[in-house]
Structures are given as C-alpha cells and as structure tokens.
C-alpha cells in the first residue's frame, strides 16, 4: 500500500567523465565513475531502511535506466520504483519531480543526491517529520549547497 511519503534518491547513469567530474584528474574518469556506483549503491541500501516511504529512483539522462538498473542491482525489486527525470537543468528537474509527485498524491516529498552514502537515515527520518510543521525543509550542506530538500 503507497505511503503518503515520496522518498526521491536524484541519480545519474555512472557514466565515465559524467559523474564525480571534481575528482579528476587526481583519478581517472572511470575510477571516478567506480567510487560513483559505489556511492549510488550504498544511498540505495540506506534509503531502503527508511520506513513509512515509497522509494523513488529519479534517473538521467533519459537512456540511462538500464545502467542504474546494472548499477544498483535491482531489477524487479518491488521496493524500488523509478520515476525519469525531465528538465534542462537541475533546478528544472526538481521542480518538475516535486509537481509530479504531489500530482500523483504523495502529501510529502523528499529528494536527496543519489549519491549521499554517509546520510544518516535519521536525517531523512527528521525532514519527512519537519515537514509535519512545515512546506518546505532544507538540509544544508557545508559548502553552502544542500544535501536534502523536502517538500509538504
């Protein structure tokens, strides 16, 4: 039965020279996109801890479904959905995430990096309740960025 919790995990094809582009040249792209599917894969088995959400995994660009799926390992896993994502840009994608889940009925949605493998769950546990008391929750991030942004 779908919660009313959308949990959104942001992720891109591991595609050498596409992904963790700061790391190079101190290692190579495909090194980089290594550490990547690392990361991606951990966030997944984090975000499949979290109770109480339907778990999304936002893909790009739009060919690169069967790559996260090889990536992640998961084909066929009821407990992962998977949502394509659509815009030009960053900020165009999350806004159109954000409207399509609240279109498809989810009272709260959650997006975070897919690959953000050191988030404690209870960090994503806190933004759903925060946004009991609030439409909007951002987890900040040192470089002055953010890890999270959810949405009530």
């Not at 690959?115 to 002055?144: K, M, N, Q, T, Y």
Request: aromatic share 8%; charged share 25%; glycine share 10%.
């Amino acid at each position: 039965m779908p919660t009313s919790n959308a949990l959104v995990l942001f992720m891109k094809a591991p595609r050498p020279g596409t992904v963790k582009t700061r790391l190079t040249p101190r290692v190579t792209t495909d090194e980089a996109a290594e550490l990547y599917r690392a990361f991606i894969l951990d966030t997944l088995h984090q975000a499949q801890r979290i109770a109480g959400t339907d778990l999304f995994v936002a893909w790009t660009p739009d060919d690169g479904r069967t790559e996260l799926l090889k990536a992640l390992g998961c084909p066929g896993d009821p407990d992962v959905n998977w949502h394509r994502q659509r815009g030009s840009h960053l900020g165009e994608r999350l806004s159109n995430a954000f409207s399509a889940f609240r279109q498809h009925g989810w009272e709260k949605t959650v997006v975070l990096g897919g690959d953000s493998p050191l988030l404690p769950r209870e960090f994503v546990e806190e933004a759903f309740e925060a946004l009991d008391r609030h439409d909007v929750v951002l987890g900040p991030a040192d470089d002055g960025g953010y890890y999270l942004i959810g949405l009530g």
